[in-house]
T-cell receptor
Framework: DTGVSQNPRHKITKRGQNVTFRCDPI?????LYWYRQTLGQGPEFLTY????????KSRLLSDRFSAERPKGSFSTLEIQRTEQGDSAMYLC??????????????FGPGTRLTVL | DAKTTQPNSMESNEEEPVHLPCNHS???????IHWYRQLPSQGPEYVIH???SNVNNRMASLAIAEDRKSSTLILHRATLRDAAVYYC?????????????FGQGTRLTINP
């Protein structure tokens, strides 16, 4: 399968614990995005990488959240001291430049986080 | 970001055409109209996009009003697998990556 993969698919944790999610983008894509989606809402942008550089971060990304893409390939999203409000689906997408206005993003299946 | 307005939900029957509307009255001349959909328990997937002219691909057609203030995603022959939330998103014509700004979308139900 050559699509975007995310691990784990589900994570249950207790409040105050740290969690880390991994995203493996489509191999030739240099752009990688993280989104968060709560029940009944559309996805919300968190952060974006071009190669290994983190170029944009949302205000939603508090100081408890950190994302890395060390070698410009896979990315990790870590949440420290989780809170119940962090419970959501965390989606990763990758893309590559393909002409003006056509930066199609390909999404992974997401990691569902439940904070007890 | 310019806003889009979509109905919260729509219902249709299997094997019938479905027309999903989107209003974007504040669209600028540099905005593309993109559609993504999200099947149950999956991440969103790209459907189609256009600027001024109507567009067709294997998944759907996009009809864009002459004044570009509205557009319609057309599924020509809906199947049960088309039941999803459909998002209409405006994206400016700029170089470089750009986040997607999702609204609430339209939840499409297909009746057998």
């Amino acid at each position: 399968d050559t699509g975007v993969s995310q691990n784990p698919r589900h994570k249950i944790t207790k409040r105050g614990q740290n969690v880390t999610f991994r995203c493996d983008p489509i191999s030739e894509h240099n752009r990688l995005y993280w989104y968060r989606q709560t029940l009944g809402q559309g996805p919300e942008f968190l952060t974006y990488f071009q190669n290994e550089a983190q170029l944009e971060k949302s205000r939603l990304l508090s100081d408890r959240f950190s994302a890395e893409r060390p070698k410009g390939s896979f990315s990790t999203l870590e949440i420290q001291r989780t809170e119940q409000g962090d419970s959501a689906m965390y989606l990763c997408a990758s893309g590559a430049p393909s002409g003006r206005g056509t930066d199609t993003q390909y999404f992974g299946p997401g990691t569902r986080l439940t904070v007890l | 970001d310019a806003k889009t307005t979509q109905p919260n939900s729509m219902e249709s029957n299997e094997e019938e055409p479905v027309h999903l509307p989107c209003n974007h009255s504040t669209i600028s001349g540099t905005d593309y109209i993109h559609w993504y959909r999200q099947l149950p328990s999956q991440g969103p997937e790209y459907v189609i996009h256009g600027l001024t002219s109507n567009v067709n691909n294997r998944m759907a057609s996009l009809a864009i009003a002459e004044d570009r203030k509205s557009s319609t995603l057309i599924l020509h022959r809906a199947t049960l697998r088309d039941a999803a939330v459909y998002y209409c998103i405006l994206r400016a014509i700029i170089q470089g990556a750009q986040k997607l700004v999702f609204g609430q979308g339209t939840r499409l139900t297909i009746n057998p």
